[in-house]
């Protein structure tokens, strides 16, 4: 069986849990099939991948167009595929292109659904209406629409109540427990500037509305004054955002000592140590269908603080794993009140900074459910098995 995996994201240029998704489930994927990648971006020397670059004439256009002329190359390369599977808004169109143009079955990976990413229209104007478009019209008439979690699904299934029921599968994310684990070594954080002998609360994540970092900069005004704040964030969505979170980082720097910004991408072998050596790390987000950043801290032994919204209450064991955030939001995916937000992130942070062997107990248990439940094996075995089903190959 051959299977076109389309992707905006792979390695080398991997910025969010998609990317990462796309990269592990290739991985597992080429023990059970013939696995291509088509992705976006510069050549890739690897065997079976392909990429592409925006097409000559569209270079100044909107960016969401430049997007779907990308899309048309791809699915372009489809020909002759048993399955195509897309994954996030930014390759649908070229799985639904391929699906209409040869009659290839076609799998969509709900990641996020822009409906409920109303923000992005400060990022991509007009261009965040054609996403939109992309995504409803990919899933409507998809064989098979793939959610990260249950509450994905939930979300799927509301936000376009045309889809079938039957026709959405839950196959949660997963982690390579192999690579992340526990990493002992402290070069990395002196490299950093991060002191190994304090504790310290780390952000890893993009800097869009969607991670909830400026709420994570609120909340650390109050955090123990001893603890570092370690904030692992590049790749702003817009200038405005990149502005605000920089008046943030360098209020709390006037406030506090020990806060440390790295805005560079890092290479994993860092950021896993970074996560090993935290004493929590805080996922703020107010949107998150499975949070894959949750599982890789988990995965090195670091007690967890996330919100409670989207996929993350299956991943993140309240009580056991970490302790979860509640959020009460409105239409737009923000808190109706931020600054209760902020103080209840900064009340369970707070929580486990003061009680170290509590933190050190849940990162061991999040390391044990790491292991035990998010496989990524079983997940690509799952997803063969749907591919199976759709092609009629009964393997």
Same mark, same amino acid.
């Given at each position: 069986?051959? !299977?076109?995996?389309?992707?905006?994201?792979?390695?080398?240029?991997?910025?969010?849990?998609?990317?990462?998704?796309?990269?592990?489930?290739?991985?597992?994927?080429?023990?059970?099939?013939?696995?291509?990648?088509?992705?976006?971006?510069?050549?890739?020397?690897?065997?079976?991948? =392909?990429?592409?670059?925006?097409?000559?004439?569209?270079?100044?256009?909107?960016?969401?167009?430049?997007?779907?002329?990308?899309?048309?190359?791809?699915?372009?390369?489809?020909?002759?595929?048993?399955?195509?599977?897309?994954?996030?808004?930014?390759?649908?169109?070229?799985?639904?292109?391929?699906?209409?143009?040869?009659?290839?079955?076609?799998?969509?990976?709900?990641?996020?659904?822009?409906?409920?990413?109303?923000?992005?229209?400060?990022?991509?104007?007009?261009?965040?209406?054609?996403?939109?478009?992309?995504?409803?019209?990919?899933?409507?008439?998809?064989?098979?629409?793939?959610?990260?979690?249950?509450?994905?699904?939930?979300?799927?299934?509301?936000?376009?109540?045309?889809?079938?029921?039957?026709?959405?599968?839950?196959?949660?994310?997963?982690?390579?427990?192999?690579?992340?684990?526990?990493? =002992?070594?402290?070069?990395?954080?002196?490299?950093?500037?991060?002191?190994?002998?304090?504790?310290?609360?780390?952000?890893?994540?993009?800097?869009?509305?969607?991670?909830?970092?400026?709420?994570?900069?609120?909340?650390?005004?109050?955090?123990?004054?001893?603890?570092?704040?370690?904030?692992?964030?590049?790749?702003?969505?817009?200038?405005?955002?990149?502005?605000?979170?920089?008046?943030?980082?360098?209020?709390?720097?006037?406030?506090?000592?020990?806060?440390?910004?790295?805005?560079?991408?890092?290479?994993?072998?860092?950021?896993?140590?970074?996560?090993?050596?935290?004493?929590?790390?805080?996922?703020?987000? !107010?949107?998150?269908?499975?949070?894959?950043?949750?599982?890789?801290?988990?995965?090195?032994?670091?007690?967890?603080?996330?919100?409670?919204?989207?996929?993350?209450?299956?991943?993140?064991?309240?009580?056991?794993?970490?302790?979860?955030?509640?959020?009460?939001?409105?239409?737009?995916?923000?808190?109706?009140?931020?600054?209760?937000?902020?103080?209840?992130?900064?009340?369970?942070?707070?929580?486990?900074?003061?009680?170290?062997?509590?933190?050190?107990?849940?990162?061991?248990?999040?390391?044990?459910?790491?292991?035990?439940?998010?496989?990524?094996?079983?997940?690509?075995?799952?997803?063969?098995?749907?591919?199976?089903?759709?092609?009629?190959?009964?393997?």
């Amino acid at each position: 069986m051959r !299977v076109d995996l389309l992707s905006r994201e792979y390695p080398p240029e991997v910025y969010g849990g998609a990317g990462v998704h796309v990269e592990y489930l290739a991985g597992e994927l080429r023990r059970l099939a013939d696995v291509r990648v088509r992705c976006f971006g510069a050549r890739r020397d690897e065997a079976g991948v =392909h990429a592409y670059r925006v097409p000559g004439g569209l270079e100044a256009a909107n960016a969401a167009l430049q997007v779907l002329g990308v899309d048309l190359e791809m699915a372009a390369g489809c020909e002759g595929a048993d399955v195509v599977h897309s994954h996030t808004w930014y390759a649908n169109f070229a799985g639904q292109v391929a699906k209409t143009l040869y009659g290839t079955p076609h799998v969509v990976t709900t990641h996020s659904l822009e409906p409920l990413r109303p923000w992005k229209a400060e990022q991509l104007g007009g261009g965040y209406a054609l996403s939109s478009w992309a995504e409803r019209t990919a899933l409507a008439s998809a064989d098979a629409v793939i959610a990260v979690s249950e509450g994905m699904r939930r979300d799927v299934l509301t936000v376009y109540p045309e889809i079938s029921p039957d026709r959405v599968h839950v196959i949660h994310n997963g982690i390579d427990t192999v690579e992340y684990a526990p990493s =002992h070594g402290t070069e990395a954080l002196v490299r950093h500037g991060i002191d190994p002998s304090r504790p310290y609360v780390v952000f890893v994540g993009r800097i869009t509305r969607q991670k909830g970092l400026v709420h994570l900069l609120h909340a650390a005004r109050s955090l123990d004054p001893a603890a570092q704040i370690v904030l692992c964030a590049g790749a702003p969505d817009t200038p405005e955002i990149a502005a605000e979170v920089a008046g943030l980082v360098a209020e709390l720097g006037r406030a506090r000592k020990g806060v440390i910004w790295i805005s560079e991408m890092l290479p994993r072998p860092e950021v896993i140590q970074i996560l090993t050596h935290a004493t929590v790390f805080v996922c703020p987000s !107010v949107y998150e269908p499975m949070g894959i950043v949750n599982l890789e801290a988990m995965a090195c032994e670091t007690a967890v603080v996330a919100t409670a919204t989207g996929g993350i209450p299956e991943v993140v064991a309240d009580g056991v794993t970490g302790l979860l955030v509640p959020i009460d939001q409105g239409a737009d995916g923000e808190p109706y009140e931020p600054e209760v937000f902020a103080s209840a992130i900064a009340e369970r942070v707070g929580a486990l900074l003061a009680d170290r062997d509590v933190a050190a107990a849940m990162g061991a248990a999040g390391r044990r459910r790491a292991v035990e439940h998010f496989s990524w094996r079983r997940i690509a075995e799952r997803t063969h098995r749907l591919y199976a089903d759709l092609a009629g190959t009964g393997a």
